[in-house]
């Protein structure tokens, strides 16, 4: 049985099938059917999905439009306080950190010992996981240059 509501409910409806229909050809026929309602369940749970993302994408493109910077200015915003809060507190402290690693391990070793210290969290995963989805939109729209899409979404 799957944790999935959608699925789950579908398993349901085969053990009842094969409950009901003795006959394996009617069995056969009502799975079938119950399969094609699955997967227009699916195929309209995707549709739902793709318009909100390009009505989200109308929206990101108005708000970009627009001449108030509080508007058009948030993203730029995000993404430069979070690339200078990843290079002033997280690179210095990624480095002096590997370096009190680098040291232990090498006391470690040069004592004879054969397990490592573990290497420490550096507690950057979540500017990492936010300039990541930043970043994410910004190689999308790489990859649309790199297709010939302009900016406003007309073939060069």
């Not at 549709?47 to 970009?64: K, T, Y």
């Not at 290497?119 to 970043?135: E, K, N, R, T, Y």
Request: net charge neutral.
């Amino acid at each position: 049985m799957s944790f999935d509501p959608l699925t789950a409910a579908f398993d349901l409806g085969k053990i009842a099938i094969e409950k009901l229909f003795p006959d394996p050809a009617q069995k056969a026929k009502a799975i079938l059917e119950l399969e094609t309602m699955k997967q227009n369940g699916d195929l309209a749970q995707l549709n739902a999905h793709v318009q909100l993302m390009v009505g989200q994408l109308a929206i990101n493109q108005e708000e970009a439009k627009h001449p108030h910077i509080f508007v058009s200015g948030w993203r730029p915003a995000v993404g430069w306080t979070g690339a200078i809060s990843l290079f002033v507190m997280y690179v210095p402290k990624a480095i002096v950190m590997t370096g009190f690693w680098c040291y232990q391990a090498y006391v470690t070793i040069s004592s004879g010992g054969a397990v490592l210290p573990i290497f420490p969290d550096l507690g950057a995963m979540d500017i990492i996981g936010l300039l990541g989805s930043i970043l994410g939109v910004g190689a999308m729209r790489s990859f649309d240059k790199s297709k010939g899409v302009d900016t406003k979404g007309v073939s060069k």
